[in-house]
């Protein structure tokens, strides 16, 4: 039989095994220019080097800045996401004030590998244009997912 504080230890240890999460944004940017931003609420995460949190990303956003963008990504290419185990989804966006101005990718790896979207063009049929476009939401349920974003590939 366990002693009490043994119980309570591996009790302990056992939803800190389970909670344990984290997650990764990659950056890379083959334009030659601009920085990659990536943003959630008013605090800049990062301008072009990874970013790892432990625990999950809620509603971040990241774009290139080339001198044109606004804050939130106003007049570039945004890309949306929150990295959740169980459910993360990401999604680039073109929906005004946002405007095409490099082009952009995104794709996760440990974990929904392949699964992504580019935007290569003005009318990118991969981006949000309308709030009401859910479906070019991109899913993936793997815990520990990361995200790779790419400018200019």
């Known amino acids: 039989m366990f002693a009490p504080a043994t119980v309570v230890t591996l009790l302990a240890f056992a939803l800190s095994t389970v909670r344990a999460e984290t997650h990764t944004v990659h950056f890379t940017n083959n334009c030659g220019f601009g920085t990659p931003t990536l943003i959630q609420g008013p605090n800049v995460l990062s301008t072009g080097g990874d970013f790892t949190i432990n625990g999950p990303l809620i509603s971040a956003i990241a774009y290139l800045q080339t001198g044109g963008c606004g804050f939130n ?5 945004l890309v949306e996401t929150t990295l959740e185990n169980g459910f ?8 005004p004030p946002h405007a095409f101005q490099v082009t952009t990718g995104f794709g996760y790896f440990n974990g929904c590998n392949g699964a992504g979207a580019d935007c290569q063009e003005p009318n990118c049929p991969a981006a949000f244009e309308s709030p009401d476009q859910t479906f070019k939401q991109v899913g993936c349920p793997a815990a520990n997912v990361n995200l790779a974003i790419t400018f200019c590939d």
Do not use: F, H, K, R
């Open 73 to 77: 990504g106003e007049n570039c290419v």
């Open 88 to 95: 993360s989804s990401t999604d680039l966006s073109l929906i």
